[in-house]
């Protein structure tokens, strides 16, 4: 990787840190590590993760979820022995041997990632479809021996992640650490290495892709929920979304659109949905109304909220 990087591959931002301890940089906006010092494993497999094995054999999804249906290949029954040259036997029963410990080992950290993936998903809210593109490339990546020295959470909390961004169902990193336990960083960390692997090509998300996700969190009308999306319209006119993290002029498009409407949240708490600071939130609250022109309508609008306060 060069050292050339100016932008966040994840979301665009431009506000990198560099840590010289960890060697490290750091995305400000969404937490990715972008660069990291490389101690790579596993065998390089970009490119052949292609479509025709992303549907699957036969097709039947809900099996992936279960656990391990259709990808091992068997050496063969043990009826099978009766057919074979002795000195053949022996070396199919030894492979027979070696298998049967291969797979009950993979079948073992199948259920266990497969338990692991319903309790994340189902705590973020997620559909069926998300959690069976989870299921198989957890099952692809274990399958292959890509998960070796990162922790089963960390894992899954990855898969979960690249899946939302595939559907276009985003959720931040920081949503992932709280529903998996695992530090955001590590399962950048991890996501960066699996899409690396597995060659997958993820789009950037975009700021409306968060509106429905972070309106719900925070319990917002439908008619706030538009206008955020008309803000971000015009943000996108006036160039106001590039190297910015996509997240964060979300939840500012939200903090705006919830003042014009009445239902006024602070920025902390709109700050913490999108798992960023409340210094971000406000940089991006100023550059959207200064942008935009509508410090004077705020101004007008806390004015008369402020009125109808004292007038109670
Ligand atoms: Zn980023």
Not at 225 to 238: H, M, R, S, T, Y
């Amino acid at each position: 990787m060069s050292t050339s990087i100016k932008k966040c591959p994840e979301c665009g931002s431009i506000h990198l840190t560099y840590d010289s301890h960890l060697g490290e940089i750091i995305c400000n906006d969404c937490g990715l590590v972008v660069e990291e010092k490389m101690v790579d494993t596993g065998v390089d497999l970009s490119g052949k993760f292609d479509k025709s094995e992303k549907k699957g054999r036969g097709g039947a999804p809900m099996s992936m979820q279960k656990f391990d249906k259709g990808l091992t290949t068997n050496v063969g029954e043990i009826s099978d022995i009766y057919r074979l040259e002795p000195k053949q036997t022996r070396k199919f029963l030894r492979l027979k041997k070696w298998q049967e410990r291969v797979s009950t080992s993979i079948e073992r950290n199948l259920r266990l990632a497969m338990a692991e993936l319903r309790v994340t998903a189902s705590y973020l809210n997620l559909p069926n479809v998300v959690k069976d593109e989870a299921a198989r490339i957890y099952n692809y990546v274990l399958q292959r021996g890509l998960v070796r020295g990162r922790s089963m959470e960390s894992v899954i909390a990855a898969c979960l992640y690249s899946a939302c961004r595939s559907y276009n169902i985003p959720r931040t990193l920081y949503e992932m650490a709280t529903a998996s336990d695992v530090e955001r960083k590590e399962i950048g960390r991890t996501y960066r290495f699996i899409i690396r692997k597995l060659g997958i090509r993820v789009k950037q998300s975009s700021p409306k892709d968060y509106v429905s996700r972070f309106s719900s969190v925070l319990k917002l009308s439908p008619k706030t929920q538009n206008e955020a999306l008309k803000l971000l319209k015009e943000a996108d006119k006036v160039e106001l979304t590039s190297g910015r993290g996509p997240a964060g002029i979300s939840a500012a498009a939200l903090y705006v659109a919830a003042l014009m409407n009445d239902e006024k949240k602070t920025q902390r708490e709109v700050a913490d949905i999108a798992g960023i600071t409340e210094v971000t939130i406000r940089n991006r609250y100023k550059e959207l109304i200064e942008k935009l022109g509508l410090e004077k309508k705020i101004k007008e609008k806390e004015a008369e909220s402020k009125k109808k306060k004292n007038d109670k």
